[in-house]
């Protein structure tokens, strides 16, 4: 069974102060991996997808990279607008139009001004 | 704004009723997903249809049900509903045909309602 785990679970930084979210997993063929923002009471927003290891994806202040086992989302110099909880995912197996996602419970990021 | 429109945006309802919640995808997006997620709970797969027939499974109660209509707007039906129902119900759609041949672009994002908030009292 697909498995996606993030760390930690929640994170609060200062201002400015750069960090980095988790996400391991085990899945079958993995076809992409999936970086969403979620805020309180929203659905979740995409963010990245990333394909094969050691591939990098950037967005403003945030870098998604990928190995064979896990991902990180690079957090520099944050701001509290990016204060949110982090959701990773993970696609395994496409056939037509199925495709089976499978997220993580997420990392729910404070950002302190 | 993702495109993706979801109805009711908040529901009450009393244990043991019936509630139907409605998507609308991104225009042109042929497949539907339903997600529910609990306090605390990730996102837990339901259902999934494409271009009007059923995908995919998840952990989906056999009093839910769900379907996807000719115009691809999708409906959630959850029936005898329980306390432990109440969660966030969302919708997300995915997966564009590609000029005239039709075939479909599958990159795997997913594109996600604002959700319906189900509370059972």
């Known amino acids: 069974e697909d498995q996606v785990t993030q760390s930690p679970e929640a994170l609060r930084l200062q201002e400015g102060e750069s960090s980095s979210l988790n996400c391991s997993y085990t899945?079958?063929?993995?076809?992409?991996l999936f970086w969403y923002r979620q805020d309180p009471g929203k659905g979740p927003e995409f963010l990245f997808t990333?394909?094969?290891a050691g591939e990098e994806k950037e967005k403003e202040r945030l870098k998604a990279t990928l190995t064979k086992k896990e991902s990180f989302l690079h957090i520099t110099a944050p701001k509290p607008e990016d204060s949110a909880t982090y959701l990773c995912?993970?696609?395994?197996?496409?056939?037509?139009?199925?495709?089976?996602?499978?997220f993580g419970i997420g990392t729910k990021l404070q950002v302190i001004p | 704004d993702s495109g993706v429109t979801q109805t009711p945006k908040h529901l009450i309802t009393a244990t043991g009723q019936r509630v139907t919640l409605r998507c609308s995808p991104r225009?042109?997006?042929?497949?539907v997903y339903w997600y529910q997620q609990s306090l605390d709970q990730g996102l837990q797969f339901l259902i999934q249809?494409?271009?009007?027939?059923?995908?995919a499974k998840g952990n989906i109660l056999e009093r839910f049900s769900a379907q996807q209509f000719p115009d691809l707007h999708s409906e959630l039906n959850l029936s005898s509903l329980e306390l432990g129902d109440s969660a966030l119900y969302f919708c997300?759609?995915?997966?564009?045909?590609?000029?005239?041949?039709?075939?479909?672009?599958?990159?795997?994002?997913?594109?996600f309602g604002e959700g319906s908030r189900l509370t059972v009292l």
């Open positions: 997300a759609s995915s997966v564009k045909p590609r000029g005239a041949s039709g075939r479909a672009i599958n990159t795997g994002e997913l594109f």
């Open positions: 899945v079958s063929g993995l076809r992409g």
């Open positions: 990333l394909y094969s």
């Open positions: 995912a993970v696609q395994a197996g496409v056939s037509g139009g199925y495709q089976k996602v499978t």
């Open positions: 225009s042109g997006d042929l497949s």
């Open positions: 249809y494409y271009n009007g027939e059923e995908r």
